[in-house]
Structure formats: structure tokens, C-alpha cells
């Protein structure tokens, strides 16, 4: 496992990731702890939650359990990873809706505070390594949210806070408010990023480049697309696990034209897609949603390619923007 610096924090993390949206339903509960420690085996010292993440409807499949019959995400990670959690590097995030109250929701000191609370709970920890605002709120003036966890730093209970799913012009005002108010700044910005989806070159990451962030990644797949025919074909794979549409005939164009190269060079499609978004400047880690371990196992190999220029620039022509 190759292992990346976290920004400027001189935390090394792995370059490939363990994510946990769907934890309770693929993979289901019984199965999530045999992931998780296979995870680690493979050195991925990077586990990034949600308060959000696994019992809410909307990640609800045929023959899995209903959300109100399952444990959140987190609660599942805290029991998996007792006795090692200081091996890992643990996130979670706040901000998305977690009831039906006016106040269960947002980035608001209030809510940030109590819900670090109850995540750490969950997690049976006593800190976060990385707390991520899981979304801009446009009710809550930034400086709040800053000096919110600027706090939590202070008292020991997050070691470094972040962005996630932040415009560029909303990264720069961060940037610019924590340094005007002498709070800590963010450490890193988790966008989605794959062949598919490349806007972040255009701006995200140079902003990370000339303030010493780096991206850790969500979709790096690209929700199956780039994962090779059979994954592609699956029913939830996409937006097809939110409900949402299928692949558009411009994103299969685009998947078969990996595929081509990926059978070219003799490499599966994962593993090259996964191995050219590591080599990116600015990425840190890419954050796979595995469901099983056959699928973890072919994501981890791809930390260790190191492509040939070759082959790099052939897939830098995929999908640029």
C-alpha cells in the first residue's frame, strides 16, 4: 500500500480508502467487520463515515434490512474496529439531515457540537482524526462553522477539520475567514473526481495546489461505471443507488473506452482507473465503496501501479473536460 501525506498535516494515509455509505446494506452487517479487517491487512489505515451513512431510507435494497431495523454506519465501524483504532485515521462528517427537527440538520455550532457527540458514541472513540463539513449551509454564516471546530481542536476531540462537496469560490472564502479570524484552517477537500467526472482539474485542485490541501475522493469509479462490463450492468450501481437513472450512453462510451485500454496494457479497468486518479498531484486518497472483498482487494492493488507514461497519457485524453 502506498501511503500519501494529508496536506500540509504530515499525516500519512493510505491511498486507497474505506468507505462506508452503504454499510448495514452492501456489504450487510454480518459481513462488514471481515471487510473492515481485511482493509486493514491490506493497509488502508483510512476509514471515512458519516453521521448520515447506512440507516436512512434512501440506501434501503431489496433483501437487505429496513433502515429502521439497522444500526448507522458509524455505530458498525465502532464496533468493527475496537481494540485498532489507533492504527487508523478516522472521519466522519456533519451537516446533512439526521431527523426531522428544524435544527437536525446544518453547520450550525450547535448542531456540529452535539453531533460530534453522539458520532463519537457511535464510533467508541474519543476523537475524530478528521471531521469533514459534509456540505456547505448557506444558513449559518462560515465564521460560525470555523470557530466551531477551531473549539473542538482546542479540546482534543477532532485533530483537523474539512471540506466536502465545497465549490471552489466557497473553498477560498474558508481559506481566507479562518485566517482573518485566527481559527485553524481546513486540512483537505473531499469532492468526486474519477476519468468521468474531471471539473475538479479545472479549479478544486488548483486551489489545493496553491494552498497546500490535497482531495480525498468519493466515487472514484465513478459508481461502477469504470469498474469493468459485468460491475457496470449491476441494478445499483450510479445514481441507480439513489434511486436515480442509469448510465448515459456518453458515460458507457466512455467506460468501453477505458476497457479497451485496459485490455491493451493487460490491466483490469479498476485498476487503471484507480491507479491514474492516485497518480493525480493533488489526490491524497480515493475513498472505494467496496461491497465485498474481492472487490476491496482489486481496488487496494491499484496504490502500488505505477503507470507508464504511455499509458498515463492515453487515459489523460478519457474524459477531459
Known sequence: MRYKQLGRTGVKVSAVSLGT?????????????RLIGRAMDLGINMIDVANSYGN???????????????RSAEEIVGSAIKG???????CS????????GVNDRGLSRRHIVQQLEQSLRRLQTDHLDVY????PDRSVPIEETI???????RQGKIRYYALSTYPAWQVVEALWKADKVGASAPVCLQTQYNLARREPELDIAPICLANGLCLTVFSPLAGGLLA??????????????????????HEIALAEELEHLAAQHGYSP??????????????????????????????ASASDLVLSSEVTAALDDVGKP
Open 21 to 33: 455509505a452503504t454499510f448495514g446494506v452492501a456489504p450487510l452487517e454480518g459481513d462488514c467487520d
Open 93 to 100: 462528517k456533519v451537516m446533512e439531515p439526521v431527523g426531522d
Open 270 to 299: 479498476a485498476t487503471l482507473a484507480l491507479a491514474w486518479l492516485i497518480s493525480r498531484p493533488t489526490v491524497a486518497s480515493a475513498i472505494v465503496g467496496a461491497e465485498e472483498i474481492a472487490e476491496l482487494q482489486i481496488s
Open 56 to 70: 436512512q431510507a434512501r440506501f434501503d435494497r431489496p433483501h437487505a434490512p429496513a433502515w429502521t431495523d439497522r
Open 132 to 135: 469533514y463539513a459534509h456540505h
Open 228 to 249: 469493468g462490463p459485468s460491475k457496470r450492468g449491476e441494478a445499483f450501481v450510479g445514481r441507480q443507488r439513489w434511486g436515480g437513472t442509469a448510465f448515459t450512453a
Open 147 to 153: 470557530r466551531t471546530f477551531d473549539d473542538l481542536i
Open 84 to 90: 485498532r483504532r489507533n492504527e487508523l485515521v478516522l
